[in-house]
Protein backbone atom coordinates (compact mmCIF):
# COMPACT_ATOMS: atom_id res chain seq x y z
CA UNK A 1 0.00 0.00 0.00
CA UNK A 2 1.29 3.46 -0.47
CA UNK A 3 2.43 5.84 2.10
CA UNK A 4 1.67 9.29 2.87
CA UNK A 5 2.69 11.21 -0.41
CA UNK A 6 3.64 15.14 -0.83
CA UNK A 7 4.30 17.07 -4.17
CA UNK A 8 6.12 18.92 -4.73
CA UNK A 9 9.12 17.31 -3.10
CA UNK A 10 11.59 20.27 -4.13
CA UNK A 11 10.31 24.24 -4.80
CA UNK A 12 11.89 27.14 -4.97
CA UNK A 13 9.73 30.86 -4.44
CA UNK A 14 10.85 34.71 -4.16
CA UNK A 15 9.46 36.61 -1.38
CA UNK A 16 5.86 37.35 -1.67
CA UNK A 17 4.87 34.90 -3.98
CA UNK A 18 2.23 32.16 -3.00
CA UNK A 19 2.64 28.62 -2.52
CA UNK A 20 0.48 25.44 -2.65
CA UNK A 21 1.45 22.01 -1.21
CA UNK A 22 -0.16 19.09 -1.17
CA UNK A 23 -0.68 15.87 0.53
CA UNK A 24 -2.52 12.51 -0.33
CA UNK A 25 -3.27 10.54 3.39
CA UNK A 26 -3.07 6.65 3.01
CA UNK A 27 -6.04 5.20 1.51
CA UNK A 28 -8.55 4.55 4.52
CA UNK A 29 -7.13 7.62 6.40
CA UNK A 30 -9.08 10.80 6.90
CA UNK A 31 -6.92 12.73 9.02
CA UNK A 32 -4.12 14.89 7.84
CA UNK A 33 -1.90 16.96 9.83
CA UNK A 34 0.77 19.54 8.20
CA UNK A 35 3.81 20.52 9.74
CA UNK A 36 6.53 23.17 9.26
CA UNK A 37 10.19 21.85 9.98
CA UNK A 38 13.16 24.74 10.05
CA UNK A 39 15.83 23.45 9.16
CA UNK A 40 17.80 21.73 13.18
CA UNK A 41 14.69 22.35 14.65
CA UNK A 42 11.41 20.22 15.50
CA UNK A 43 8.44 19.99 13.40
CA UNK A 44 6.28 22.34 14.33
CA UNK A 45 2.01 21.77 14.21
CA UNK A 46 0.47 24.03 11.60
CA UNK A 47 -3.29 22.57 10.98
CA UNK A 48 -5.34 19.25 11.31
CA UNK A 49 -7.86 18.44 9.31
CA UNK A 50 -10.50 15.96 9.74
CA UNK A 51 -13.61 15.01 7.43
CA UNK A 52 -13.31 18.31 5.94
CA UNK A 53 -13.04 20.46 8.92
CA UNK A 54 -10.44 22.47 10.21
CA UNK A 55 -9.85 20.19 14.18
CA UNK A 56 -6.63 22.43 15.18
CA UNK A 57 -4.28 25.36 14.08
CA UNK A 58 -0.94 26.22 15.64
CA UNK A 59 0.76 29.07 16.17
CA UNK A 60 0.91 30.85 12.39
CA UNK A 61 -0.10 33.76 10.64
CA UNK A 62 -2.86 34.04 8.69
CA UNK A 63 -0.58 33.52 5.57
CA UNK A 64 -1.14 30.08 5.83
CA UNK A 65 -4.36 28.52 5.33
CA UNK A 66 -5.20 24.58 4.28
CA UNK A 67 -8.08 22.67 3.42
CA UNK A 68 -9.26 19.17 2.56
CA UNK A 69 -11.38 17.41 -0.17
CA UNK A 70 -13.50 14.94 -0.33
CA UNK A 71 -10.86 12.37 -1.31
CA UNK A 72 -9.28 13.45 1.75
CA UNK A 73 -6.35 15.12 0.51
CA UNK A 74 -4.99 18.16 1.34
CA UNK A 75 -3.86 21.80 0.23
CA UNK A 76 -1.50 24.01 2.10
CA UNK A 77 -1.45 27.37 0.87
CA UNK A 78 0.80 29.69 2.27
CA UNK A 79 0.83 33.61 0.38
CA UNK A 80 3.72 36.22 0.76
CA UNK A 81 6.10 34.33 1.74
CA UNK A 82 8.86 35.26 3.43
CA UNK A 83 12.64 34.42 3.54
CA UNK A 84 11.79 32.58 7.22
CA UNK A 85 8.60 30.68 5.51
CA UNK A 86 12.17 28.28 4.04
CA UNK A 87 11.29 24.42 5.34
CA UNK A 88 10.59 20.98 5.25
CA UNK A 89 6.71 20.99 5.11
CA UNK A 90 5.72 17.57 6.66
CA UNK A 91 2.01 16.32 6.03
CA UNK A 92 1.03 13.33 8.52
CA UNK A 93 -2.14 11.20 7.89
CA UNK A 94 -4.22 9.43 10.96
CA UNK A 95 -7.57 6.68 10.54
CA UNK A 96 -9.05 9.36 12.71
CA UNK A 97 -9.14 12.59 14.48
CA UNK A 98 -8.54 10.82 17.45
CA UNK A 99 -5.94 8.20 16.56
CA UNK A 100 -2.39 8.84 18.21
CA UNK A 101 -0.30 6.71 15.48
CA UNK A 102 0.35 9.19 12.57
CA UNK A 103 2.21 8.89 9.36
CA UNK A 104 4.63 10.99 7.99
CA UNK A 105 5.41 11.75 4.47
CA UNK A 106 8.45 12.70 3.06
CA UNK A 107 7.79 16.47 2.84
CA UNK A 108 8.06 19.09 0.48
CA UNK A 109 11.37 21.50 0.83
CA UNK A 110 10.46 24.71 0.16
CA UNK A 111 13.21 27.47 -0.43
CA UNK A 112 12.37 31.31 -0.10
CA UNK A 113 14.79 33.59 -2.34
CA UNK B 1 0.41 24.68 27.45
CA UNK B 2 2.72 21.77 26.64
CA UNK B 3 6.67 21.79 25.77
CA UNK B 4 9.65 19.55 25.13
CA UNK B 5 13.49 19.79 25.80
CA UNK B 6 15.73 17.47 24.43
CA UNK B 7 19.27 18.26 26.12
CA UNK B 8 21.53 17.04 23.96
CA UNK B 9 21.63 18.23 20.19
CA UNK B 10 24.17 15.44 19.23
CA UNK B 11 25.21 12.22 20.58
CA UNK B 12 28.22 10.43 18.91
CA UNK B 13 28.51 6.66 20.10
CA UNK B 14 30.57 3.47 18.67
CA UNK B 15 29.02 0.94 17.01
CA UNK B 16 27.41 -2.00 19.23
CA UNK B 17 27.82 0.92 22.26
CA UNK B 18 24.61 1.28 24.50
CA UNK B 19 23.51 4.62 24.01
CA UNK B 20 20.72 6.99 25.55
CA UNK B 21 18.66 9.70 24.26
CA UNK B 22 17.36 12.21 26.97
CA UNK B 23 13.82 13.53 26.77
CA UNK B 24 11.90 15.78 29.54
CA UNK B 25 8.62 17.48 28.88
CA UNK B 26 6.35 20.28 30.74
CA UNK B 27 2.48 19.60 30.60
CA UNK B 28 -0.19 20.52 32.93
CA UNK B 29 -2.49 17.46 32.40
CA UNK B 30 -1.61 13.92 31.42
CA UNK B 31 0.55 13.58 28.64
CA UNK B 32 1.62 10.39 25.45
CA UNK B 33 4.57 10.66 24.94
CA UNK B 34 5.93 9.93 21.22
CA UNK B 35 9.68 9.38 19.82
CA UNK B 36 9.90 9.71 15.87
CA UNK B 37 13.25 8.86 14.00
CA UNK B 38 14.26 11.00 10.72
CA UNK B 39 16.66 9.56 8.03
CA UNK B 40 18.07 11.79 5.93
CA UNK B 41 15.73 13.31 3.50
CA UNK B 42 12.99 11.60 4.65
CA UNK B 43 9.72 12.07 6.93
CA UNK B 44 9.12 11.16 10.69
CA UNK B 45 8.70 7.34 11.41
CA UNK B 46 7.46 6.04 14.84
CA UNK B 47 9.72 4.60 16.89
CA UNK B 48 7.64 4.20 19.94
CA UNK B 49 4.87 6.33 22.05
CA UNK B 50 3.68 5.44 25.64
CA UNK B 51 -0.46 6.51 26.15
CA UNK B 52 -0.70 4.50 29.48
CA UNK B 53 -0.14 1.49 31.63
CA UNK B 54 3.72 -0.43 31.31
CA UNK B 55 6.26 2.82 32.15
CA UNK B 56 8.78 0.54 30.29
CA UNK B 57 7.80 0.82 26.36
CA UNK B 58 9.26 -1.07 23.52
CA UNK B 59 9.65 -0.05 19.58
CA UNK B 60 10.98 -1.13 16.97
CA UNK B 61 15.29 -1.47 16.20
CA UNK B 62 15.36 -2.77 19.20
CA UNK B 63 14.40 1.10 21.20
CA UNK B 64 12.95 1.23 24.17
CA UNK B 65 11.95 4.50 26.50
CA UNK B 66 10.59 4.76 30.53
CA UNK B 67 8.37 7.09 31.07
CA UNK B 68 8.86 8.70 34.44
CA UNK B 69 6.20 10.98 35.60
CA UNK B 70 8.19 12.29 38.83
CA UNK B 71 10.95 13.34 36.62
CA UNK B 72 8.64 14.24 33.61
CA UNK B 73 11.25 12.56 31.41
CA UNK B 74 10.93 9.76 28.37
CA UNK B 75 14.57 9.04 27.61
CA UNK B 76 15.06 6.73 24.63
CA UNK B 77 17.86 3.43 25.12
CA UNK B 78 18.95 1.23 22.88
CA UNK B 79 21.55 -1.69 24.26
CA UNK B 80 23.85 -2.23 21.53
CA UNK B 81 23.56 0.51 18.60
CA UNK B 82 24.14 0.01 14.95
CA UNK B 83 25.41 2.35 12.27
CA UNK B 84 22.21 2.13 10.55
CA UNK B 85 20.52 3.83 13.62
CA UNK B 86 22.55 7.36 12.61
CA UNK B 87 19.99 9.29 12.07
CA UNK B 88 17.86 12.04 14.06
CA UNK B 89 15.64 11.51 17.03
CA UNK B 90 12.40 13.09 18.27
CA UNK B 91 11.01 13.17 21.27
CA UNK B 92 7.15 14.76 20.97
CA UNK B 93 4.09 14.97 23.43
CA UNK B 94 0.50 15.35 23.48
CA UNK B 95 -1.94 16.48 26.03
CA UNK B 96 -4.42 13.50 26.39
CA UNK B 97 -7.23 15.67 25.83
CA UNK B 98 -8.14 18.33 23.38
CA UNK B 99 -7.24 18.16 19.73
CA UNK B 100 -4.26 16.21 17.98
CA UNK B 101 -1.76 19.05 18.55
CA UNK B 102 1.53 17.20 19.07
CA UNK B 103 4.83 19.20 20.00
CA UNK B 104 8.44 18.45 18.91
CA UNK B 105 11.67 18.81 20.89
CA UNK B 106 14.27 19.99 18.84
CA UNK B 107 16.04 17.19 18.08
CA UNK B 108 18.83 14.82 18.83
CA UNK B 109 21.32 13.59 16.22
CA UNK B 110 22.76 9.60 16.79
CA UNK B 111 26.01 9.83 15.19
CA UNK B 112 27.34 5.77 15.07
CA UNK B 113 30.74 5.61 14.83
CA UNK B 114 32.18 2.76 13.38
Known amino acids: DAGVTQSPTHLIKTRGQQVTLRCSPI?????VSWYQQVLGQGPQFIFQ???????GRGNFPDRFSARQFPNYSSELNVNALLLGDSALYLCASRISADTDTQYFGPGTRLTVL | AQSVTQLDSQVPVFEEAPVELRCNYS??????LFWYVQYPNQGLQLLLKYLSGSTLVKGINGFEAEFNKSQTSFHLRKPSVHISDTAEYFC????????????FGTGTKLQVIP
Open chain 1, 27 to 31: SGHKS
Open chain 2, 27 to 32: SSVSVY
Open chain 1, 49 to 55: YYEKEER
Open chain 2, 92 to 103: AVRSSGGYQKVT
